[in-house]
């Protein structure tokens, strides 16, 4: 029988051959870095990775120790905890970069030290991606998400058109809540959210929007804003995701608007959003399965670690499903 051997970072034998008397691997290291630990949806990810690894331990023996680091957004402080894990000796790391277009230098290090790199949720650019077999990336495919949170409200309005069109002009009358504007997940999500509308033959005005880089306070701020600007105008709110769709009910409710004359919708299926679907407050969201994605990224991890065969593709998209009340 030949046995697998497979050296990684720091020179060290991952998976022993038995006949040669090395020992199969009964640990391993893997580095999480996270652009914000703050983010609620990363947040909730980063619980659900956890979660995968204390199972795998419990089913195998195997001890995992997951370092996880959060970068608090900035790009320089990522950088500098890459190093450290490098320098640990960790086996594999799994990246969720600060600013996706500045891959290339933790590529260049991990490369170097043969450490084998599972990107998620901020997609690095094409050109970064190709540059060595060990690079993956996990993400929630954002035109799956844009074009089923269309398909929540194109249903509604075709169940009842005053769903959304409160005052039966004809035209359902909209803003706009962006996430970054770097982020690959914010321009698809809008354009094919919009699209879905238009093809589903829903009349749409838009009024304003703004970008409120995904956060709850932001999206609080700008509705408020509009409310004020626009009064008794806005019928939707259509959010990138549910972060920035609570911070639009925040103000809504600091303005005494009343629950059904603005519609809001979401995405990501955060606790807080599936809580405001059950409390009539978020119309619906697009739930992306926090297991299956947290069992992409730790999976396609340990299997880089174990020298297996990768059972994932180098892109590989988890599954997204509709909520609504
Ligand atoms: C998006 C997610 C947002 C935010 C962002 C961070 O995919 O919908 O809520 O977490 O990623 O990169």
């Known amino acids: 029988m030949t046995a697998l051997v497979l050296a990684v970072c720091g020179g060290l034998l991952v998976y022993g051959n038995r006949e040669n008397?090395?020992?199969?691997?009964?640990?391993?290291?893997?580095?999480?870095?996270?652009?914000?630990?703050?983010?609620?949806?990363?947040?909730?990810?980063?619980?659900?990775?956890?979660?995968?690894?204390?199972?795998?331990?419990?089913?195998?023996?195997?001890?995992?120790?997951?370092?996880?680091?959060?970068?608090?957004?900035?790009?320089?402080?990522?950088?500098?905890?890459?190093?450290?894990?490098?320098?640990?000796?960790?086996?594999?790391?799994?990246?969720?970069?600060?600013?996706?277009?500045?891959?290339?230098?933790?590529?260049?290090?991990?490369?170097?030290?043969?450490?084998?790199?599972?990107f998620f949720n901020r997609e690095p650019v094409e050109e970064d991606m190709n540059r060595w077999d060990k690079l993956y990336y996990v993400g929630a495919d954002p035109r799956e998400s844009a074009v089923l949170q269309g398909q929540i409200l194109v249903n509604a309005y075709q169940e009842n058109p005053r769903t959304l069109d409160e005052n039966g002009d004809g035209l359902v009358s909209y803003v706009l809540l962006e996430g970054e504007s770097s982020h690959q997940d914010s321009l698809i999500r809008t354009e094919q959210s919009i699209q879905t509308l238009k093809d589903g033959g829903v009349p749409i005005e838009r009024i304003t929007g703004g970008i409120a880089n995904w956060e709850r306070s932001q999206a609080s701020a700008l509705m408020e804003q509009w409310l004020s600007e626009y009064p008794g105008e806005i019928e939707l709110v259509i959010a990138n995701n549910d972060d920035m769709a609570l911070g639009a009910i925040d103000a809504m409710e600091r303005n005494g608007v009343l629950t059904g004359t603005i519609q809001v919708v979401g995405i990501d299926g955060t606790p807080a959003g599936l809580e405001a679907i059950r409390a009539g407050k978020l119309l619906g969201t697009v739930e992306s399965d926090r297991q299956a994605y947290a069992e992409a990224i730790f999976e396609t991890a340990r299997q880089l670690v174990m020298g297996e065969t990768v059972t994932r593709e180098k892109y590989s998209w988890s599954p997204q499903q509709v909520v609504v009340n």
């Open 21 to 118: 008397g090395e020992e199969p691997r009964t640990s391993m290291r893997i580095g999480v870095l996270l652009y914000r630990g703050d983010d609620t949806f990363i947040s909730t990810l980063r619980g659900a990775i956890e979660e995968q690894a204390k199972e795998y331990e419990l089913q195998t023996g195997i001890k995992v120790t997951l370092d996880i680091m959060d970068a608090k957004g900035s790009q320089l402080t990522q950088d500098s905890q890459a190093d450290r894990l490098i320098s640990l000796e960790c086996d594999a790391l799994c990246v969720n970069m600060v600013d996706r277009s500045a891959a290339s230098g933790v590529i260049d290090k991990a490369m170097e030290a043969g450490i084998p790199i599972v």
